[in-house]
C-alpha cells in the first residue's frame, strides 16, 4: 500500500546525521577555546545518540538502544567532567 | 488511512529532527563566540535530537525498546541544555569574553582566548581584528 519502506528512510535520516556530525569535526578541530572543542564533541555526542536510535529502528535490532543509553550517559558526564576540570576550583554546576 | 497517517507523522518528525539538527550544526560552525554556540547547541539540537528519538519511538510501537527510547528523550532533554550550561559557565569562569558585535566580521572569534591563554598571533593578521589588538602589533606581523 505504500510505496516507502519506513527502515530505509530512518537509514537515510541516520546517514544525513553522519554528515552532520562529521561538520562538527570542524569546530571540534579549528575552536579556538577549551570550551569550543567541549562543545563541538558534546553536539557530535548527542547525534551519534540520535545514529545509534535512529539504526535500531532501521536495522531492526533493538539492542542498540542499551549502546545509546550509556553513551548519552558517558557523554553527560564528559562535559560537566571536562568542563570542571578545565575550570581552578570552579563550581561550573 | 491509519497507516498512512501513521507513516506521515514517523516522516513529518524525522524530516523536522533532520531540519533542527541541521540549524544546530550550522549554528556551531558558524556563530561568533563560545556563548552563542553554547545556545545554539542547549535549544536546537535537544529539539532535534526529540523529535528524531520521538519518531524512533513511534516506529517501534508498543515493545520494551520503545520504554528504552522514551527514557532516552528525557535523559537527552535534561542533560544536554545542563551540559551546555556547565560549559558556558566554565568559559566565563575562564575570563573569556562575549562576542560584542559592534564591529568585525563574525566569522573571527571575538576576544577569544585561545587553549593556553595567550593572545592568537596568527590570527592578528586579519583585517576585522584589530579591535582586540593596537596597530603597533601589525609591525612584528611575520607575514
Known sequence: ?????INELFLV????????????????????????????????????????????????QPWFLDVALIYALLNFLMAIAISKFTVERGGVL | MIDTLYVGAIVVLLALGVFFTFVSAMGVLRLPDVYARAHTASQTDT???????????????????SVYTVLLLFFVFITNPTAAHAIARSAAEMGIEPWSGADGDPSSD?????????????RSSEPGHERETTEGSHGGDPR
Open chain 1, 1 to 5: 500500500m505504500i510505496p516507502l519502506d
Open chain 2, 47 to 65: 529539539l532535534g535530537a526529540g523529535l528524531a528519538l520521538a519518531a524512533v519511538a513511534l516506529a517501534l510501537g508498543w515493545q520494551q525498546a
Open chain 2, 110 to 122: 571575538g576576544g577569544a582566548v585561545p587553549d593556553g591563554g595567550e593572545p592568537i598571533d596568527e
Open chain 1, 13 to 60: 535520516g541516520a546517514a544525513i546525521f553522519v554528515v552532520l556530525a562529521i561538520a562538527m569535526f570542524y569546530r571540534a578541530v579549528a575552536g579556538p577555546t577549551t570550551q569550543d572543542r567541549l562543545l563541538a564533541v558534546n553536539v557530535l555526542g548527542t547525534n551519534t545518540v540520535v545514529i545509534l536510535a535512529l539504526l535500531a529502528a532501521g536495522l531492526d
